[in-house]
């Protein structure tokens, strides 16, 4: 069952030991809900403790990721190197910063 779901796939993604920062969200209470639900579901079929903070963590990389994808079809260009060309304008308007 574990395969069919992706679920040791889908684990894998989201376990590494990169260094985090912490920081704070607010949710609405309906979201929060179907995430703890996610997080039972996935912990009782995959025989290992699934969090919240790993759900959480994993939909915001694949929201930056499509992101990312959207922003090179759109203007041409990813979201590294449009961060760095709006330093640049920014900086050409005010020299200050």
Sequence with gaps: MDEKLGFNHFKAL???NS???QISV???DTTLERINKVAQIFTA???SNFTRN???????KKFISEADVYLKDTHGA?????SEEM???RKAKNPAL
């Design 87 to 89: 330093k640049i304008e």
């Design 26 to 28: 607010y949710l609405e």
């Design 54 to 60: 790993e759900l959480i963590q994993e939909a915001v």
């Design 14 to 16: 989201i376990k590494n």
């Design 19 to 21: 260094p985090k920062k």
């Design 45 to 47: 079929i995959g025989n």
């Design 78 to 82: 990813g979201i590294d190197t449009l």
